[in-house]
């Protein structure tokens, strides 16, 4: 028996509870049952974050329209369809031609979908996303594409146990969030900043995130 205390049901209301007003929690739901996620959209969740399109289907089957849903993994371009069904925003775009794709397949539904653009904060050679460098270049060719809409920024950074150990990469990001939103790009919209999972996401909130991905904390260990 599980006691009512570590229930998602309570973690939800708990973390809801001591976050700020402006930031919102993605549900990282990777490896849960559709009825875990459901317990969590019940309790006060309202973005469901997915890493592969195929676990998004089964749980979009049972929840639809009650959440809205991100895309937080690597996204294959032979998925894209599949997920441009799915997803309200696509988090983890980092290629010209992966957002031609999307594009592609979300003006064949006739849908407009939001993308972040993810950030290799770390520069890590095996690690997606693009180089902070390279970002504002990037959006600004996006805007070629009618059917994506660039809304911000994501980012993982280096893996650590050590929250403080993601901060000057969480600080970086927030940096070219801000350089790119000055710039006022036509038809780009920098309001979310996608930062922080279980184990950091209050350093990335003190770092000026407004979307915190958290799986453990909600869902508890992944098996
Ligand atoms: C799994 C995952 C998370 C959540 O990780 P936790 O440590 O369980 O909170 C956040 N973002 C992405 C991209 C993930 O894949």
């Known amino acids: 028996m599980e006691n009512s205390g570590s229930s998602i049901k309570n973690k939800v209301l708990e973390v809801l509870s001591e976050l700020p007003r402006n930031v919102e929690v993605v549900a990282a739901a990777k490896t849960r049952t559709p009825f ?13 974050g997915e890493n592969y399109v195929q676990e998004a289907e089964k749980a979009f089957q049972l929840i639809g329209e009650k959440a809205r849903w991100h895309f937080i993994g690597h996204l294959q ?8 069904a ?34 290799n904060s770390g520069r ?20 070629a594409f009618k059917n994506i809409k660039v809304r911000g920024l994501m980012t993982m950074g280096p893996l650590s146990t050590v929250p403080e150990d993601y901060r000057p990469y969480f ?16 038809g780009v919209e920098m309001r979310f ?26 869902f508890g260990k992944r098996k």
Do not use: H, W
């Open 124 to 143: 890590e050679e095996q690690k997606s996303g693009v180089l902070p460098e390279n970002a504002c270049a990037l959006i600004e060719e996006l805007t």
């Open 171 to 186: 600080r970086a990001t927030r940096g070219v969030f801000d350089q790119i939103r000055e710039k006022y790009i036509d």
């Open 193 to 218: 900043l996608s930062m922080g999972m279980s184990d950091s996401y209050k350093v990335a909130i003190e770092e000026g995130a407004n979307l915190v991905r958290l799986g453990t904390k909600i």
């Open 36 to 48: 875990e996620i459901m317990e969590a959209v019940n309790a006060g969740i309202r973005i469901i």
């Open 77 to 84: 371009k032979n998925k894209v369809k599949k997920a441009v």
């Open 86 to 119: 799915i997803f309200d925003m696509i988090e983890t775009v980092d290629s010209l031609d992966l957002a031609k794709v999307i594009d592609n397949a979300a003006g064949a539904l006739g849908k407009k979908i939001d993308i972040l653009i993810e950030i």
